[in-house]
T-cell receptor
Framework: GENVEQHPSTLSVQEGDSAVIKCTYSDSASNYFPWYKQELGKRPQLIIDIRSNVGEKKDQRIAVTLNKTAKHFSLHITETQPEDSAVYFCAASYEGGADGLTFGKGTHLIIQP | DVKVTQSSRYLVKRTGEKVFLECVQDMDHENMFWYRQDPGLGLRLIYFSYDVKMKEKGDIPEGYSVSREKKERFSLILESASTNQTSMYLC??????????FGPGTRLTVT
């Protein structure tokens, strides 16, 4: 089955700086890669996703890049703000998640004032 | 706006009890999922269902079963609860192939 590795487990950045979280996956058949943000005590929320026919996708301050050859994808957050502090999970699946997602272990992003 | 609800936010059960966790979504989604979330392990898929009365095992189905008698409701059953099933349980649903929406979670403690 699919295996997703996520790094780093904790990331601390100064407010205003950029943050990058990286994930690798094992199953070359995976073709859907969402990112979830989970604030303390709340449910995971989908923040951005990318499909394998696209190399990059942006939504305001967040972007995701995908390298299918290397089987890795990354989340980029620019101009970080205090409200970006949360745990971020990457995930991968085949057929867009209808078979369920395989998640990375999460990255705790801390924004230092 | 998609709404996924779970029957309890907190639940305390004894070892050996039969436990039912219920999930309801109001957006006519075909696909529904149960995950458990543990510190340092992320979210792991227990079971999923892509239609009424259909179910598929996920990555960690041992000790669990599920029921989907109606499209909007997906139940997770712990036949005989054990302490290693103490966890946060998250239900999710999706329309088609993309974009899972999560419920608020049930924190289950088995003593």
């Amino acid at each position: 089955g699919e295996n997703v590795e996520q790094h780093p487990s904790t990331l601390s950045v100064q407010e205003g700086d950029s943050a990058v979280i990286k994930c690798t996956y094992s199953d070359s058949a995976s073709n859907y890669f969402p990112w979830y943000k989970q604030e303390l005590g709340k449910r995971p929320q989908l923040i951005i996703d990318i499909r394998s026919n696209v190399g990059e996708k942006k939504d305001q301050r967040i972007a995701v890049t995908l390298n299918k050859t290397a089987k890795h994808f990354s989340l980029h957050i620019t101009e970080t703000q205090p409200e970006d502090s949360a745990v971020y999970f990457c995930a991968a699946s085949y057929e867009g998640g209808a078979d369920g997602l395989t998640f990375g272990k999460g990255t705790h992003l801390i924004i230092q004032p | 706006d998609v709404k996924v609800t779970q029957s309890s936010r907190y639940l305390v059960k004894r070892t050996g009890e039969k436990v039912f966790l219920e999930c309801v979504q109001d957006m006519d989604h075909e696909n529904m999922f149960w995950y458990r979330q543990d510190p340092g392990l992320g979210l792991r898929l227990i079971y999923f269902s892509y239609d009424v009365k259909m179910k598929e095992k996920g990555d960690i189905p041992e000790g669990y079963s599920v029921s989907r008698e109606k499209k909007e409701r997906f139940s997770l059953i712990l036949e005989s609860a054990s302490t290693n099933q103490t966890s946060m349980y998250l239900c999710a649903s999706s329309l088609g192939l993309y974009g899972q929406y999560f419920g608020p979670g049930t924190r289950l403690t088995v003593t």
